[in-house]
């Protein structure tokens, strides 16, 4: 018998209750009574990704997964939440109200990452920032049919695709995703049908896009004092849900692929707006002479704690 905590959480909120991506953080059990099997079951109780933090380590491990049980080798908005979780467990610095947590990653695998020990500085009110170092980062261009295979499958079409932009493949830790920029938010907003209309068939369309997981769509968005924001939508491969609320990855790299173009201090994204799911990413302190690095910000806030047992043979 094998005790847990279970945080339940939002990162990135950005709005109302339901805001952010909602994260199930699971730790407390020894460790080395942790089999993969417990690890399947745990991920699968879940209806979004969770994460489990090996605190016997030090720096802790984070193991990350996809309601189908399926371990990521790396997944932002659960590292932020785990370093939130964390940070609970540690006192803040009187003067700046901040905690700084470092943590490690089981898998290992981030696709080419020469670095996989991560630092996070988790704010008062939840806010986090998460520094990623040596991050692995490409992009390529896609082919306007297999861009408008995948729109087709949310009610959506190649004439809708912004006539300056080409769609393209873009993504850190080996995570791409089809970038395609819509001319009108009202195609991203309400055009768009928000699921699938064939689960197998946009999941294959993902493979041939050049193996991409998952189609993010973004429209930018001047606000009152013409700052440039972005609205995004993001529809994964196969995660075991049809549209995600908050893609840090995504995020990241299309951060990264319009700095390229034009550099800024900082980029706002906000996802999850059709979903009622509000949600905030902000990447800043982006470096791309050398070995690419960038911070990724947003708030965490939690709903629910919990101590379960799971029953073992």
Not at 5 to 33: E, M
Not at 54 to 79: D, N, Q, Y
Request: net charge negative; hydrophobic share 35%; aromatic share 8%.
């Amino acid at each position: 018998m094998l005790k847990f905590q279970k945080l339940s959480t939002r990162v990135f909120v950005g709005g109302n209750k339901h805001g952010g991506n909602p994260l199930t953080i699971f730790w407390g059990a020894s460790d080395t009574a942790i089999t993969s099997s417990i690890e399947t079951s745990l991920a699968q109780s879940c209806a979004w990704e969770s994460v489990l933090i090996h605190s016997s380590s030090s720096p802790p491990k984070l193991k990350f997964f996809v309601p189908s049980g399926k371990e990521l080798s790396f997944c932002l908005h659960a590292a932020m939440g785990a370093a939130y979780a964390l940070a609970r467990q540690k006192p803040s610095t009187p003067k700046t109200k901040v905690r700084e947590i470092l943590f490690d990653t089981s898998s290992g695998n981030q696709e080419s990452c020469s670095n996989t020990t991560y630092k996070a500085a988790v704010e008062d009110d939840g806010t986090t920032w998460l520094e990623l170092g040596h991050v692995p980062y490409h992009e390529e261009s896609v082919e306007l049919v297999n861009a408008d295979a995948l729109l087709n499958q949310l009610n959506l079409d190649i004439i809708d695709v912004h006539s300056s932009t080409v769609p393209l493949n873009a993504g850190i830790f080996g995570r791409p995703k089809t970038m395609v920029r819509l001319d009108k938010l009202q195609d991203l907003q309400e055009t768009c049908s928000g699921t699938p209309n064939d689960a197998q068939f946009f999941e294959s369309n993902c493979i041939t896009a050049n193996e991409s997981t998952g189609l993010f769509l973004y429209t930018p968005i001047a606000d009152e004092q013409n700052n440039v924001y972005y609205e995004c939508r993001q529809f994964p491969k196969a995660s075991g849900y049809p549209e995600d609320p908050a893609t840090g990855i995504a995020a990241a790299a299309l951060a990264l692929h319009l700095f390229k173009k034009e550099e800024q201090d900082c980029y706002e994204f906000r996802q999850g707006t059709a979903m009622r799911r509000p949600s905030l990413i902000t990447i800043r302190n982006i470096n791309m002479t050398g070995p690419i690095s960038l911070e990724c910000g947003g708030k965490v806030e939690l709903d629910n704690e919990e101590e379960i047992t799971i029953l073992t043979d």
